[in-house]
């Protein structure tokens, strides 16, 4: 894996020998991305963006994505949004990424993180979870609204497959600490949980077949472990946010393997 400290600490690459993992934007430039100031409008580059501790609201897409992040040594590195701190490394465990986050600042102080991975995907993959979980699709059936539903519907479109194009987008809440993409030959395996401190983990989907945004639709999706169970902090309910501590810490972890079929 490959991250850019310098701008956001974004994932840049996920690679395995047979492939690259993560989606890159083709209409958004280089120069755009690295021209991001905190309190910009977010610019949707692709890779792996940290969205801490915020996904949704303001700032949009949270507040680290676009800030310098301090290196910290090898594999780690750090970023402060106010009074909190989130922390990153980034190791290789029995051939397995795995993603420790550790956030600092205020016991008490309630925060989501979502990293939001966009990944490069063929029509013909598809996401795999275990039994059927409890489903929120947001904006639907309209701006500001949701559904609640059960895996894999989101609110008649399935968040399971992917498909062609068909001019539909989704955004969902999955009550879930787990998921495999399979794309023919290749699959990834993604597994999250707090270590310290408190709070449920979920995943967002993010499911785009040129649906949006309307002005100027383009395909992406996006598979986002989770710390919480809302997607905006602002409105999140009392048990929906991680929750620091009375040491002022919360500790979580992802992990990533991938697998080829030969």
């Known amino acids: 894996m490959e991250t850019d400290d310098a ?26 991305r690295a021209a991001v100031r905190p309190g910009d409008a977010f610019v949707d580059a692709g890779g792996v963006e940290e969205c801490f501790p915020t996904l949704r609201g303001a700032p949009d897409h949270g507040d680290v994505w676009s800030r310098v992040w301090t290196p910290e040594g090898p594999g780690c590195a750090s970023v402060r949004t106010g009074s909190l701190s989130l922390r990153r490394t980034l190791s290789v465990e029995d051939g397995a990424v795995v993603a420790t986050y550790d956030v600092s600042g205020p016991p008490g102080a309630r925060v989501l993180h979502a990293v939001h ?8 993959a598809r996401l795999i979870l275990p039994g059927a979980p409890a489903v929120t699709v947001l904006d639907q059936p309209a701006p500001g609204e949701s559904v609640r539903t059960t895996w894999p519907d989101g609110a008649g479109v399935p968040l399971d497959v992917l498909g062609p194009d068909d001019g539909t987008a989704r955004c969902a809440v999955v009550a879930t600490d787990r998921v495999d993409v399979v794309d023919g ?49 602002a409105t999140a309910s009392a048990g929906e946010t991680g929750v620091l501590d009375t040491d002022s810490g919360l500790t979580w972890q992802l992990t990533l393997t991938a697998h080829h079929e030969a």
Do not use: F
């Not at 701008?7 to 755009?32: D, F, I, K, Q, Y």
């Not at 991975?117 to 013909?124: C, E, G, I, N, Y």
């Not at 993010?206 to 986002?224: F, T």
């Open 7 to 32: 701008r956001g600490g974004r994932w840049t690459s996920l690679r395995t020998p047979e492939r690259e993992w993560l989606w890159r934007n083709p209409t958004v430039p280089a120069a755009a």
């Open 185 to 233: 030959a290749d699959r990834l395996s993604l597994r999250w949980w707090v270590v310290r401190g408190s709070g449920p983990v979920s995943l967002v989907g993010w499911r785009n077949l040129h649906g949006w945004p309307e002005s100027a639709p383009y395909r992406s999706v996006g598979v986002e472990p989770l710390l919480g169970a809302a997607a905006d902090l």
């Open 117 to 124: 991975a966009l990944l490069d995907l063929s029509p013909t």
